[in-house]
Protein backbone atom coordinates (compact mmCIF):
# COMPACT_ATOMS: atom_id res chain seq x y z
CA UNK A 1 0.00 0.00 0.00
CA UNK A 2 0.96 3.75 -0.79
CA UNK A 3 0.48 5.60 2.66
CA UNK A 4 -0.14 9.51 2.12
CA UNK A 5 2.12 11.79 3.31
CA UNK A 6 -0.52 14.62 4.29
CA UNK A 7 -0.95 14.05 8.20
CA UNK A 8 -4.82 14.53 7.81
CA UNK A 9 -5.50 12.13 4.97
CA UNK A 10 -2.26 9.77 6.67
CA UNK A 11 -4.99 10.07 9.51
CA UNK A 12 -8.17 9.31 7.30
CA UNK A 13 -6.49 6.35 5.61
CA UNK A 14 -5.76 4.30 9.02
CA UNK A 15 -9.26 4.74 10.30
CA UNK A 16 -10.62 3.33 7.06
CA UNK A 17 -8.25 0.44 6.68
CA UNK A 18 -8.86 -0.39 10.54
CA UNK A 19 -12.70 -0.05 10.01
CA UNK A 20 -12.21 -2.60 7.15
CA UNK A 21 -10.62 -5.03 9.08
CA UNK A 22 -12.88 -5.26 11.68
CA UNK A 23 -15.81 -5.04 9.95
CA UNK A 24 -16.61 -8.89 10.94
CA UNK A 25 -15.74 -8.43 14.51
CA UNK A 26 -19.12 -8.30 16.38
CA UNK A 27 -20.51 -11.48 14.27
CA UNK A 28 -17.31 -13.39 14.97
CA UNK A 29 -17.83 -12.36 18.74
CA UNK A 30 -20.82 -13.88 19.43
CA UNK A 31 -19.81 -17.04 17.43
CA UNK A 32 -16.91 -17.16 19.78
CA UNK A 33 -18.76 -17.06 22.93
CA UNK A 34 -21.12 -19.41 22.11
CA UNK A 35 -18.29 -22.08 20.77
CA UNK A 36 -16.96 -21.31 24.13
CA UNK A 37 -19.78 -22.34 26.22
CA UNK A 38 -20.05 -25.52 24.45
CA UNK A 39 -16.00 -26.46 24.80
CA UNK A 40 -15.90 -25.19 28.54
CA UNK A 41 -19.78 -26.90 29.61
CA UNK A 42 -20.95 -29.10 26.50
CA UNK A 43 -23.79 -26.88 26.18
CA UNK A 44 -25.27 -23.22 24.79
CA UNK A 45 -24.38 -19.69 27.03
CA UNK A 46 -28.48 -19.77 27.57
CA UNK A 47 -28.10 -23.53 29.01
CA UNK A 48 -26.94 -25.28 32.03
CA UNK A 49 -23.66 -27.42 31.96
CA UNK A 50 -24.35 -30.57 30.40
CA UNK A 51 -24.34 -34.00 32.40
CA UNK A 52 -20.98 -34.74 31.17
CA UNK A 53 -19.12 -32.61 28.65
CA UNK A 54 -17.84 -34.81 25.98
CA UNK A 55 -16.33 -32.19 23.88
CA UNK A 56 -13.79 -30.70 26.22
CA UNK A 57 -12.09 -34.44 27.24
CA UNK A 58 -12.59 -35.15 23.44
CA UNK A 59 -10.13 -32.07 22.22
CA UNK A 60 -7.79 -32.27 25.30
CA UNK A 61 -7.30 -36.05 23.86
CA UNK A 62 -7.22 -34.56 20.62
CA UNK A 63 -4.80 -31.90 21.05
CA UNK A 64 -2.38 -34.19 22.98
CA UNK A 65 -1.50 -36.19 19.28
CA UNK A 66 -0.95 -32.86 17.68
CA UNK A 67 1.23 -31.31 20.59
CA UNK A 68 3.80 -32.04 23.29
CA UNK A 69 5.05 -29.36 25.19
CA UNK A 70 7.96 -31.86 26.60
CA UNK A 71 9.30 -33.59 23.77
CA UNK A 72 9.27 -30.94 21.29
CA UNK A 73 12.60 -29.62 19.98
CA UNK A 74 13.85 -27.90 17.07
CA UNK A 75 16.79 -28.01 14.49
CA UNK A 76 18.15 -25.20 11.91
CA UNK A 77 18.61 -25.96 8.27
CA UNK A 78 20.96 -23.60 5.76
CA UNK A 79 20.32 -22.71 2.84
CA UNK A 80 21.55 -24.50 -0.45
CA UNK A 81 24.01 -21.35 -1.17
CA UNK A 82 24.98 -21.41 2.47
CA UNK A 83 29.03 -22.06 3.29
CA UNK A 84 29.87 -25.14 4.47
CA UNK A 85 31.47 -23.63 7.27
CA UNK A 86 27.98 -22.29 8.75
CA UNK A 87 27.49 -25.58 9.79
CA UNK A 88 29.72 -25.40 13.36
CA UNK A 89 27.98 -22.56 14.41
CA UNK A 90 24.70 -24.66 14.17
CA UNK A 91 24.65 -27.03 17.47
CA UNK A 92 25.03 -24.11 19.79
CA UNK A 93 22.67 -22.23 18.34
CA UNK A 94 20.31 -25.25 18.15
CA UNK A 95 20.56 -25.07 21.99
CA UNK A 96 20.10 -22.34 22.77
CA UNK A 97 16.97 -21.96 20.51
CA UNK A 98 15.62 -24.55 22.44
CA UNK A 99 16.67 -23.22 25.91
CA UNK A 100 14.94 -19.62 24.83
CA UNK A 101 11.89 -21.18 23.96
CA UNK A 102 11.52 -23.15 27.20
CA UNK A 103 13.11 -20.41 29.31
CA UNK A 104 10.36 -17.66 27.98
CA UNK A 105 7.77 -20.19 28.36
CA UNK A 106 6.88 -20.38 25.07
CA UNK A 107 5.99 -24.01 25.03
CA UNK A 108 3.25 -23.99 27.54
CA UNK A 109 1.68 -20.34 25.62
CA UNK A 110 1.52 -22.65 22.44
CA UNK A 111 -0.14 -25.13 24.61
CA UNK A 112 -2.74 -23.06 25.58
CA UNK A 113 -2.97 -21.27 22.03
CA UNK A 114 -3.60 -24.91 20.04
CA UNK A 115 -6.22 -25.59 22.73
CA UNK A 116 -7.87 -22.52 21.92
CA UNK A 117 -8.06 -22.99 18.75
CA UNK A 118 -9.60 -25.63 18.54
CA UNK A 119 -13.42 -24.04 19.52
CA UNK A 120 -12.35 -20.72 17.92
CA UNK A 121 -10.84 -21.98 14.92
CA UNK A 122 -8.08 -19.57 14.98
CA UNK A 123 -5.70 -17.88 17.69
CA UNK A 124 -2.39 -16.09 17.49
CA UNK A 125 0.64 -15.63 19.54
CA UNK A 126 2.05 -12.54 19.71
CA UNK A 127 6.02 -11.96 20.39
CA UNK A 128 6.34 -9.08 22.21
CA UNK A 129 10.39 -7.55 22.00
CA UNK A 130 11.08 -6.20 25.73
CA UNK A 131 14.13 -4.14 26.81
CA UNK A 132 15.20 -3.67 30.43
CA UNK A 133 18.74 -2.10 30.59
CA UNK A 134 21.27 -4.08 28.62
CA UNK A 135 18.76 -6.88 28.25
CA UNK A 136 16.26 -8.01 25.67
CA UNK A 137 13.83 -10.73 26.78
CA UNK A 138 11.02 -12.37 24.57
CA UNK A 139 7.36 -12.75 25.71
CA UNK A 140 4.79 -14.43 23.65
CA UNK A 141 1.07 -13.62 24.32
CA UNK A 142 -1.41 -15.93 22.99
CA UNK A 143 -4.32 -13.62 21.43
CA UNK A 144 -7.86 -14.59 20.98
CA UNK A 145 -9.32 -14.14 17.55
CA UNK A 146 -12.20 -11.84 18.84
CA UNK A 147 -9.05 -9.28 19.04
CA UNK A 148 -7.87 -9.34 15.52
CA UNK A 149 -8.93 -8.13 12.10
CA UNK A 150 -7.89 -8.94 9.22
CA UNK A 151 -8.26 -6.72 5.51
CA UNK A 152 -8.99 -9.65 3.42
CA UNK A 153 -10.96 -12.57 5.26
CA UNK A 154 -11.06 -14.25 1.55
CA UNK A 155 -6.97 -14.69 2.12
CA UNK A 156 -5.55 -17.59 4.14
CA UNK A 157 -2.19 -16.78 5.79
CA UNK A 158 -1.22 -13.65 7.74
CA UNK A 159 1.47 -13.13 6.07
CA UNK A 160 -0.57 -12.52 2.98
CA UNK A 161 -2.76 -9.65 4.59
CA UNK A 162 -1.79 -6.22 3.67
CA UNK A 163 -3.10 -4.93 7.12
CA UNK A 164 -4.64 -6.15 10.36
CA UNK A 165 -5.29 -5.13 13.64
CA UNK A 166 -5.10 -5.80 17.23
CA UNK A 167 -7.12 -4.64 20.42
CA UNK A 168 -5.92 -4.81 23.61
CA UNK A 169 -6.45 -2.65 27.13
CA UNK A 170 -4.14 -1.38 29.21
CA UNK A 171 -4.75 0.98 32.09
CA UNK A 172 -3.85 4.72 32.60
CA UNK A 173 -0.58 4.40 34.47
CA UNK A 174 0.44 1.80 31.80
CA UNK A 175 -0.60 3.63 29.11
CA UNK A 176 1.53 6.88 30.94
CA UNK A 177 4.26 4.65 31.57
CA UNK A 178 4.78 3.49 27.69
CA UNK A 179 3.90 7.05 26.23
CA UNK A 180 6.68 8.63 28.96
CA UNK A 181 8.97 10.43 26.41
CA UNK A 182 6.59 10.93 24.29
CA UNK A 183 6.63 14.80 23.33
CA UNK A 184 2.29 15.03 23.34
CA UNK A 185 2.23 12.77 26.55
CA UNK A 186 -0.27 15.05 28.22
CA UNK A 187 -2.60 15.96 25.05
CA UNK A 188 -2.83 12.29 24.64
CA UNK A 189 -4.26 11.47 28.26
CA UNK A 190 -6.92 14.32 28.00
CA UNK A 191 -8.33 12.95 24.76
CA UNK A 192 -8.65 9.68 25.18
CA UNK A 193 -11.26 7.53 26.68
CA UNK A 194 -10.80 5.61 29.82
CA UNK A 195 -13.28 3.91 31.67
CA UNK A 196 -14.59 0.29 32.47
CA UNK A 197 -14.65 -1.80 29.68
CA UNK A 198 -17.21 -4.65 29.22
CA UNK A 199 -14.75 -7.94 28.99
CA UNK A 200 -17.60 -10.27 27.87
CA UNK A 201 -21.47 -9.85 26.80
CA UNK A 202 -23.83 -10.57 28.91
CA UNK A 203 -25.26 -14.26 29.10
CA UNK A 204 -28.58 -14.72 27.43
CA UNK A 205 -30.68 -15.49 30.16
CA UNK A 206 -29.68 -12.13 32.20
CA UNK A 207 -31.14 -10.53 28.61
CA UNK A 208 -34.39 -12.66 29.19
CA UNK A 209 -35.14 -11.15 32.37
CA UNK A 210 -34.13 -7.60 31.77
CA UNK A 211 -36.46 -8.27 28.58
CA UNK A 212 -39.51 -9.84 30.81
CA UNK A 213 -39.34 -6.89 33.13
CA UNK A 214 -39.99 -4.58 30.76
CA UNK A 215 -42.40 -6.48 28.93
CA UNK A 216 -44.66 -7.24 32.00
CA UNK A 217 -47.60 -9.29 29.65
CA UNK A 218 -45.47 -11.56 28.26
CA UNK A 219 -45.62 -15.13 28.43
CA UNK A 220 -43.48 -18.19 28.73
CA UNK A 221 -40.76 -19.59 30.90
CA UNK A 222 -37.50 -18.21 31.06
CA UNK A 223 -34.43 -20.70 31.02
CA UNK A 224 -32.00 -19.11 33.74
CA UNK A 225 -29.90 -21.59 35.85
CA UNK A 226 -29.86 -20.11 39.62
CA UNK A 227 -27.16 -22.73 40.33
CA UNK A 228 -24.22 -19.74 40.85
CA UNK A 229 -21.88 -21.50 37.49
CA UNK A 230 -18.87 -19.90 37.12
CA UNK A 231 -18.82 -18.66 33.56
CA UNK A 232 -15.12 -18.12 33.72
CA UNK A 233 -15.55 -14.93 32.34
CA UNK A 234 -12.88 -11.98 33.25
CA UNK A 235 -14.91 -8.96 35.22
CA UNK A 236 -12.39 -6.55 35.69
CA UNK A 237 -13.44 -3.37 37.53
CA UNK A 238 -10.35 -0.88 36.75
CA UNK A 239 -10.92 1.68 34.21
CA UNK A 240 -8.34 0.89 31.15
CA UNK A 241 -8.20 2.04 26.95
CA UNK A 242 -9.45 0.33 24.27
CA UNK A 243 -6.13 0.58 22.07
CA UNK A 244 -6.07 -0.51 18.15
CA UNK A 245 -2.85 -1.50 16.64
CA UNK A 246 -2.84 -1.04 12.90
CA UNK A 247 -0.70 -3.02 10.83
CA UNK A 248 -0.11 -1.14 7.55
CA UNK A 249 2.13 -2.89 4.57
CA UNK A 250 4.19 0.41 3.29
CA UNK A 251 5.60 -0.74 0.09
CA UNK A 252 7.81 2.38 0.25
CA UNK A 253 9.65 0.81 2.78
CA UNK A 254 8.98 -2.59 2.50
CA UNK A 255 7.82 -2.95 6.34
CA UNK A 256 4.67 -3.03 8.17
CA UNK A 257 3.72 0.74 9.32
CA UNK A 258 2.45 0.06 12.75
CA UNK A 259 0.46 2.71 14.05
CA UNK A 260 -1.14 2.33 17.57
CA UNK A 261 -4.13 4.38 18.15
CA UNK A 262 -6.44 4.53 21.30
CA UNK A 263 -10.00 5.00 22.02
CA UNK A 264 -10.93 7.29 20.55
CA UNK A 265 -9.30 7.46 16.97
CA UNK A 266 -6.13 9.27 18.93
CA UNK A 267 -2.87 8.27 16.83
CA UNK A 268 -0.57 7.40 19.46
CA UNK A 269 2.96 6.31 17.41
CA UNK A 270 3.07 5.95 13.94
CA UNK A 271 6.42 4.30 12.99
CA UNK A 272 8.04 1.19 10.91
CA UNK A 273 7.77 -1.72 12.94
CA UNK A 274 11.80 -2.59 11.90
CA UNK A 275 11.99 -0.03 15.14
CA UNK A 276 10.01 -2.26 17.43
CA UNK A 277 10.13 -5.65 16.29
CA UNK A 278 11.52 -6.99 12.93
CA UNK A 279 11.78 -5.44 9.57
CA UNK A 280 9.01 -7.35 7.13
CA UNK A 281 7.93 -9.88 9.98
CA UNK A 282 4.80 -9.51 12.16
CA UNK A 283 4.71 -10.24 15.42
CA UNK A 284 1.71 -12.11 15.25
CA UNK A 285 1.62 -15.92 14.80
CA UNK A 286 -1.37 -17.66 13.95
CA UNK A 287 -2.36 -21.11 14.96
CA UNK A 288 -4.89 -22.75 12.66
CA UNK A 289 -4.78 -26.60 12.96
CA UNK A 290 -7.83 -26.34 10.14
CA UNK A 291 -7.62 -24.24 7.73
CA UNK A 292 -9.58 -23.45 4.29
CA UNK A 293 -8.84 -22.51 1.58
CA UNK A 294 -11.07 -19.14 1.28
CA UNK A 295 -11.22 -18.42 4.99
CA UNK A 296 -8.97 -16.66 7.06
CA UNK A 297 -9.81 -17.88 10.03
CA UNK A 298 -10.09 -21.60 9.31
CA UNK A 299 -13.16 -23.92 10.64
CA UNK A 300 -14.05 -24.57 13.92
CA UNK A 301 -13.32 -28.08 15.25
CA UNK A 302 -16.02 -27.49 18.33
CA UNK A 303 -18.61 -26.74 15.65
CA UNK A 304 -18.50 -30.10 14.19
CA UNK A 305 -18.85 -31.80 17.47
CA UNK A 306 -21.96 -29.51 18.75
CA UNK A 307 -24.66 -31.30 17.31
CA UNK A 308 -22.78 -35.02 18.84
CA UNK A 309 -23.10 -33.03 22.00
CA UNK A 310 -26.22 -32.00 21.87
CA UNK A 311 -27.40 -35.65 20.60
CA UNK A 312 -25.71 -36.84 23.59
CA UNK A 313 -27.05 -34.42 25.93
CA UNK A 314 -30.71 -35.32 25.03
CA UNK A 315 -29.91 -39.31 25.27
CA UNK A 316 -28.24 -38.77 28.75
CA UNK A 317 -31.89 -36.73 29.91
CA UNK A 318 -33.78 -39.56 28.81
CA UNK A 319 -32.28 -42.03 30.45
CA UNK A 320 -31.44 -40.03 33.75
CA UNK A 321 -35.12 -39.64 33.55
CA UNK A 322 -36.10 -43.11 33.10
CA UNK A 323 -33.76 -43.68 35.91
CA UNK A 324 -35.69 -41.71 38.01
CA UNK A 325 -38.66 -43.27 37.38
CA UNK A 326 -37.52 -46.47 38.02
CA UNK A 327 -36.67 -44.99 41.33
CA UNK A 328 -39.44 -43.52 42.24
CA UNK A 329 -41.95 -44.89 39.51
CA UNK A 330 -45.31 -42.92 39.16
CA UNK A 331 -48.70 -44.44 40.78
CA UNK A 332 -52.05 -44.81 39.88
CA UNK A 333 -55.03 -44.52 42.72
CA UNK A 334 -57.91 -46.56 42.00
CA UNK A 335 -61.05 -46.05 44.34
CA UNK A 336 -59.45 -43.17 46.66
CA UNK A 337 -60.92 -39.27 47.46
CA UNK A 338 -60.07 -36.41 48.70
CA UNK A 339 -56.59 -34.41 47.97
CA UNK A 340 -54.04 -36.83 46.17
CA UNK A 341 -51.32 -35.05 47.25
CA UNK A 342 -51.18 -36.03 50.60
CA UNK A 343 -51.80 -39.43 49.77
CA UNK A 344 -49.01 -39.28 46.80
CA UNK A 345 -46.95 -37.71 50.15
CA UNK A 346 -47.91 -40.69 52.15
CA UNK A 347 -46.49 -43.15 49.27
CA UNK A 348 -43.09 -41.74 49.05
CA UNK A 349 -42.34 -41.61 52.08
CA UNK A 350 -40.25 -43.98 54.04
CA UNK A 351 -42.98 -46.36 56.40
CA UNK A 352 -45.52 -43.67 54.88
CA UNK A 353 -49.59 -45.54 55.57
CA UNK A 354 -52.46 -44.44 53.36
CA UNK A 355 -56.02 -45.67 54.67
CA UNK A 356 -58.97 -45.61 53.38
CA UNK A 357 -62.92 -47.17 53.73
CA UNK A 358 -63.40 -46.90 50.41
CA UNK A 359 -64.09 -50.66 48.60
CA UNK A 360 -62.27 -51.76 45.91
CA UNK A 361 -59.46 -49.10 46.66
CA UNK A 362 -56.11 -49.29 44.92
CA UNK A 363 -52.50 -48.46 44.66
CA UNK A 364 -50.20 -49.00 41.74
CA UNK A 365 -47.29 -48.46 40.93
CA UNK A 366 -46.20 -48.38 37.16
CA UNK A 367 -42.71 -49.22 37.32
CA UNK A 368 -40.64 -48.93 33.59
CA UNK A 369 -38.70 -51.50 32.61
CA UNK A 370 -35.64 -51.44 31.22
CA UNK A 371 -34.21 -51.66 28.05
CA UNK A 372 -31.35 -54.14 27.84
CA UNK A 373 -27.83 -52.27 26.69
CA UNK A 374 -29.53 -48.98 27.86
CA UNK A 375 -25.98 -47.20 27.38
CA UNK A 376 -25.08 -48.74 24.08
CA UNK A 377 -26.00 -45.42 21.97
CA UNK A 378 -24.04 -43.52 24.52
CA UNK A 379 -21.21 -45.66 23.83
CA UNK A 380 -21.89 -45.07 19.54
CA UNK A 381 -22.47 -41.41 20.23
CA UNK A 382 -18.64 -41.25 21.44
CA UNK A 383 -17.32 -43.27 18.92
CA UNK A 384 -18.77 -40.48 16.67
CA UNK A 385 -16.65 -38.59 18.71
CA UNK A 386 -13.57 -40.01 17.78
CA UNK A 387 -14.88 -40.69 13.80
CA UNK A 388 -15.55 -36.74 13.48
CA UNK A 389 -11.68 -36.07 14.35
CA UNK A 390 -9.89 -39.15 13.24
CA UNK A 391 -8.72 -40.92 16.45
CA UNK A 392 -9.03 -44.65 15.84
CA UNK A 393 -9.80 -46.65 19.00
CA UNK A 394 -6.21 -48.67 18.70
CA UNK A 395 -4.99 -44.94 18.96
CA UNK A 396 -7.23 -43.86 22.19
CA UNK A 397 -5.37 -46.88 23.81
CA UNK A 398 -8.97 -49.35 23.05
CA UNK A 399 -8.43 -52.65 22.59
CA UNK A 400 -9.21 -54.01 18.91
CA UNK A 401 -11.03 -57.53 17.99
CA UNK A 402 -8.77 -59.45 16.24
CA UNK A 403 -5.37 -58.05 17.50
CA UNK A 404 -3.14 -60.99 17.46
CA UNK A 405 0.07 -59.16 19.11
CA UNK A 406 1.84 -56.41 20.04
CA UNK A 407 3.64 -56.10 16.63
CA UNK A 408 0.28 -56.22 15.03
CA UNK A 409 -1.38 -53.63 17.13
CA UNK A 410 1.73 -51.62 16.53
CA UNK A 411 0.99 -51.83 12.62
CA UNK A 412 -2.42 -51.11 13.56
CA UNK A 413 -1.70 -47.98 15.59
CA UNK A 414 0.40 -46.79 12.85
CA UNK A 415 -3.10 -47.05 9.89
CA UNK A 416 -4.77 -45.75 12.28
CA UNK A 417 -2.82 -42.10 12.85
CA UNK A 418 -3.01 -40.96 9.89
CA UNK A 419 -5.11 -38.23 9.69
CA UNK A 420 -3.75 -37.52 13.47
CA UNK A 421 -0.57 -37.41 11.81
CA UNK A 422 -1.86 -34.90 9.09
CA UNK A 423 -3.46 -32.50 11.87
CA UNK A 424 -0.12 -33.03 13.39
CA UNK A 425 1.48 -31.60 10.86
CA UNK A 426 -0.29 -28.69 10.10
CA UNK A 427 0.56 -27.98 13.63
CA UNK A 428 4.49 -28.41 13.29
CA UNK A 429 4.23 -25.83 10.20
CA UNK A 430 2.67 -23.20 12.57
CA UNK A 431 5.38 -24.07 15.21
CA UNK A 432 8.19 -24.05 13.06
CA UNK A 433 6.98 -20.14 11.94
CA UNK A 434 7.68 -19.20 15.58
CA UNK A 435 10.70 -20.96 15.78
CA UNK A 436 11.91 -19.40 13.32
CA UNK A 437 10.70 -16.03 14.09
CA UNK A 438 12.57 -16.75 17.70
CA UNK A 439 16.20 -17.35 15.92
CA UNK A 440 15.43 -14.24 13.71
CA UNK A 441 15.04 -12.38 17.25
CA UNK A 442 18.09 -13.97 18.77
CA UNK A 443 20.19 -12.66 15.68
CA UNK A 444 19.05 -8.68 15.81
CA UNK A 445 18.86 -8.91 19.75
CA UNK A 446 20.77 -11.34 21.05
CA UNK A 447 24.11 -10.43 21.75
CA UNK A 448 25.40 -13.46 23.73
CA UNK A 449 28.79 -15.26 22.87
CA UNK A 450 28.06 -18.90 21.80
CA UNK A 451 31.81 -20.93 20.95
CA UNK A 452 31.42 -23.29 17.91
CA UNK A 453 32.35 -26.83 17.13
CA UNK A 454 36.01 -25.31 16.65
CA UNK A 455 36.34 -23.53 19.46
CA UNK A 456 35.60 -20.36 17.80
CA UNK A 457 33.58 -17.62 19.67
CA UNK A 458 30.95 -15.70 17.82
CA UNK A 459 27.07 -14.05 18.56
CA UNK A 460 24.36 -15.09 16.70
CA UNK A 461 24.16 -12.08 14.02
CA UNK A 462 26.84 -13.70 12.51
CA UNK A 463 25.02 -16.60 11.85
CA UNK A 464 24.16 -16.55 8.25
CA UNK A 465 20.34 -15.60 7.43
CA UNK A 466 19.56 -18.19 5.13
CA UNK A 467 17.61 -20.37 7.50
CA UNK A 468 14.92 -22.51 8.25
CA UNK A 469 13.97 -23.56 12.21
CA UNK A 470 12.35 -27.07 11.69
CA UNK A 471 10.82 -28.98 14.40
CA UNK A 472 13.14 -32.03 15.03
CA UNK A 473 11.74 -35.38 13.86
CA UNK A 474 8.07 -34.15 14.30
CA UNK A 475 8.69 -34.37 17.87
CA UNK A 476 5.82 -32.02 18.34
CA UNK A 477 3.90 -34.88 18.27
CA UNK A 478 3.41 -38.54 20.42
CA UNK A 479 2.36 -40.27 17.62
CA UNK A 480 6.00 -39.99 15.67
CA UNK A 481 7.89 -40.63 18.91
CA UNK A 482 8.21 -44.48 18.77
CA UNK A 483 9.20 -44.46 14.62
CA UNK A 484 11.73 -41.58 15.83
CA UNK A 485 13.08 -44.14 18.46
CA UNK A 486 13.26 -47.16 15.82
CA UNK A 487 15.04 -44.93 13.67
CA UNK A 488 17.39 -43.79 15.68
CA UNK A 489 18.62 -47.56 16.82
CA UNK A 490 18.72 -48.52 13.53
CA UNK A 491 20.93 -45.85 12.21
CA UNK A 492 23.30 -46.52 16.02
CA UNK A 493 23.35 -50.20 14.59
CA UNK A 494 24.62 -49.10 11.31
CA UNK A 495 26.89 -47.17 12.88
CA UNK A 496 25.93 -43.70 11.05
CA UNK A 497 25.78 -42.34 14.40
CA UNK A 498 27.38 -42.39 17.51
CA UNK A 499 26.24 -42.90 21.42
CA UNK A 500 26.03 -38.86 21.94
CA UNK A 501 24.00 -38.89 18.83
CA UNK A 502 22.01 -41.32 19.75
CA UNK A 503 21.28 -39.80 23.16
CA UNK A 504 20.53 -36.61 21.54
CA UNK A 505 17.75 -37.89 19.61
CA UNK A 506 16.28 -40.20 22.45
CA UNK A 507 16.25 -37.17 24.95
CA UNK A 508 16.42 -39.80 28.10
CA UNK A 509 16.28 -38.40 31.73
CA UNK A 510 19.59 -36.53 32.77
CA UNK A 511 20.87 -35.86 29.44
CA UNK A 512 23.61 -33.83 30.34
CA UNK A 513 25.19 -35.96 32.63
CA UNK A 514 25.29 -38.82 29.90
CA UNK A 515 26.56 -36.84 27.58
CA UNK A 516 29.10 -35.61 29.68
CA UNK A 517 30.11 -39.36 30.73
CA UNK A 518 30.12 -39.96 26.85
CA UNK A 519 32.60 -37.91 26.28
CA UNK A 520 34.50 -38.43 29.01
CA UNK A 521 34.87 -41.76 27.45
CA UNK A 522 38.24 -42.98 24.96
CA UNK A 523 36.92 -42.38 21.53
CA UNK A 524 37.10 -45.79 20.18
CA UNK A 525 34.39 -46.35 23.08
CA UNK A 526 32.50 -43.37 21.84
CA UNK A 527 31.76 -44.66 18.74
CA UNK A 528 31.42 -48.71 19.26
CA UNK A 529 28.35 -50.13 17.84
CA UNK A 530 25.88 -51.68 20.26
CA UNK A 531 26.74 -55.56 20.63
CA UNK A 532 24.21 -58.15 18.70
CA UNK A 533 22.05 -60.48 21.22
CA UNK A 534 23.75 -63.98 21.06
CA UNK A 535 21.73 -66.92 19.70
CA UNK A 536 21.56 -69.54 22.22
CA UNK A 537 21.10 -73.50 20.87
CA UNK A 538 17.59 -74.85 20.44
CA UNK A 539 16.53 -71.72 21.00
CA UNK A 540 14.93 -69.18 18.56
CA UNK A 541 15.17 -65.42 19.13
CA UNK A 542 12.15 -63.30 18.71
CA UNK A 543 11.85 -59.44 18.12
CA UNK A 544 10.53 -57.74 21.03
CA UNK A 545 6.72 -57.28 19.83
CA UNK A 546 6.74 -59.83 17.46
CA UNK A 547 4.38 -62.49 16.78
Known amino acids: MIIPGDPQKREEFYNDIMLKCLVSREDRKGDYDSWRSWFLFGNGPEDGPAQFNKIYSHIDQLTSFMYSAETTRFSILLGAAVDPSENARILPLMQALNDRWHDTDADLVFNTALSWSMPYASTFIKTVVVKQGNTVEFKPYMVAPQYVGVLR ?318 VDAHSNSPIFMEDLRQLAFTLYKGQVIDKEMLVRLLQPPMESMILDKIRKLPKQQQEAPMPKPEHKKGGNLKAVGGE
Open 153 to 470: EDTPGLDNQEAFVHIYYITKSELYRRIFGHPRRDDIIKRINIEQHKMSDMPEAVDRIVLSATSPNMQGTVNLDLNGQNKMQPNVSEETCEIRELYVWDDTNDDYQVVTIADPDVVIFDRPNEKLFLKGESPLTQVCPTPMPEYFWGMSEVQKLIPLQQLRNNRMNEILELLKKQVNPPKVLTGFSGIFDEKNFALNREGGLLATDMPNAKAEQLTPNLPENLWREIDQIDSMFAEASGISPILAGHGEEGVRSAGHASQLARLGASRAKKRALIVEDNLEKLATLYLKLMRTYDDTHYTDEENKRFIAKQFTPDFTVK
